[in-house]
């Protein structure tokens, strides 16, 4: 059974872009917006598995057969058709009540809605781990992503003069054209805000980076990143500025625990690996959908419209969750 990625024309990657994929050089993520998130979850997927299992890509909804896409893709009120078997990559959006299925990008999302599967989200593309020739200084911390996704508190210019009193440290935004480069980077903060909110739609990405960075993360309180490592061994956590000055000087003046949360984020990061990510796709695509789909398409009438006349109100429920 072949698997259709489906993603309007206008959000197909540039002839430049897609030239580089045939050419296996994965370009950099665009930053924002519909067409970065297709390109992040639809089209590099389906560059990665069209030699390893049945898809296609396609920029017409089939009408029928198994199709995995973007719910933001489609109309509010859309509802799979009959013949249609539709897995929903909820990315930073919310579910859509007409699928069957949803992929999330966070694992601790799962509890909370039925009929999902967690795929983490791709790595940083040509991601520069840091250079271990800095060994165990702390001079350049810095938030990988755009500046309205810092916690406010820490998006200003006196917070980073404060920062470099206290800590001896620079503390900057790392650039867009950048991500990628954690080469001169002693600690990555990924704080969104000091709240108690779980942001379940958001993913671990920047933990798995830093991992894969061998870069110290200081993270906020995201559900996320609590699902995927342990607070105080893989990541630290700070729930105030001063507590990021605290931690940063911690770090600082303990380089044996800078180690040790370098290594046992080193160890973690194996199942956020680009190969790592890849067979978790295959496996879904050649195994689980497929089987997905046709216990679905064994479903009596009744059973069917039984599920469609819920699945609203348990999306609503899902809805309602503040993340």
């Known amino acids: 059974m072949t698997i259709s990625f489906y993603m309007p024309e206008s959000c197909l990657p540039s002839p430049d872009r897609r030239a580089a994929w045939e050419q296996n050089r994965v370009p950099a993520l665009l930053s924002g917006g519909k067409p970065a998130c297709a390109q992040a979850w639809l089209y590099q997927t389906w560059v990665e598995l069209r030699d390893l299992a049945p898809v296609e890509l396609v920029t017409s909804l089939p009408d029928a057969g198994t199709i995995v896409t973007l719910g933001n893709f489609l109309a509010p009120d859309f509802r799979a058709k009959p013949g249609q078997f539709l897995a929903d ?7 859509h009540p007409g699928a069957q299925f949803h992929i999330v990008q966070n694992r601790a999302h799962l509890c909370r809605l039925p009929d999902s599967a967690f795929i983490p989200h791709w790595p940083q593309p040509n991601l520069v781990p840091r250079d271990p020739r800095r060994g165990d200084r702390i001079e350049n911390v810095a938030f990988f992503g755009d500046r309205p996704n810092l916690a406010p508190e820490l998006a200003t210019d006196a917070f980073a003069a404060d920062f470099h009193r206290a800590t001896g440290a620079a503390f900057f935004v790392r650039e867009a054209a950048r991500w990628h480069d954690y080469s001169d980077v002693d600690v990555a903060i990924a704080i969104r805000d000091f709240t108690a909110a779980q942001h379940l739609r958001k993913p671990p990405t920047k933990l798995s980076n830093a991992w894969l960075a061998k870069v110290p993360l200081i993270a906020g309180r995201d559900s996320a990143f609590a699902a995927e490592g342990k607070s105080g ?3 630290l956590t700070a729930r105030s500025p001063a507590d990021v000055i605290r931690l940063v000087n911690q770090l600082k003046d ?7 949360i370098v290594s046992a984020g080193e160890k973690k990061s194996a199942v956020f690996t680009r190969d790592a990510i890849r067979e978790t796709w295959r496996s879904l695509c050649a195994g689980f959908l497929p089987e997905a789909a046709a216990r679905w398409h064994k479903k009596s ?3 069917q419209n039984l599920f469609w006349l819920t699945r609203k109100s348990v999306l609503f429920l899902d809805r309602t969750i503040r993340s």
């Open 89 to 95: 990559v909820v990315a930073d959006f919310v579910p």
């Open 254 to 260: 303990n380089p044996t625990l800078r180690r040790q």
């Open 233 to 235: 061994r893989d990541f």
């Open 301 to 303: 009438p009744t059973a």
